[in-house]
């Protein structure tokens, strides 16, 4: 079995094992709070995700340690998704852009964690070998996995 195979396998059965449905926030302070936080989350996913995309696309020159930094960050920052979406904000008035989906199918969203937790692994992986075509694709694969929670789980 590859590495690779190995760590979906690892990674799956971890959040098999800790799918849990999100808690309500208890106050207004502490929705505020979870918001923030949650929203910082994926504003650092997007600033790691912004040079990629453009390398993909060709608009910048494919510079292989920011890869390799970006795919790294991006697979920590995935790993927490569902520990900062784990606090239910509905219930108040918070500025988000966050659809109910995410509290409601926690299933959903720890298996659209786990594939770009893969997706930026298999980048990593990847920009070891230098080729970028190759490079390229990968990160066209942490795309799709954004674009796919983003289908999913926010508002348009």
Known sequence: MSTLKKTAL???LTLA???VMAQ???SQKHANKATEWRQGVFQLLASNMGPLGAMAKGKIPVDKAVVEKNAMR????SLMITDYLATDTRKFK???EA????WTDPALLNKKANALTLASANLQ???????DKAIKQAIGGIGKTCGGCHDDFKKD
């Open 10 to 12: 690892v990674i799956g």
């Open 17 to 19: 094992a800790t799918t």
């Open 24 to 26: 309500p926030a208890k």
């Open 74 to 77: 991006i697979n920590q920052l």
């Open 94 to 96: 918070v500025k988000t």
């Open 99 to 102: 659809l109910d989906k995410v």
């Open 125 to 131: 992986k990847v920009v070891i070998s230098g080729d």
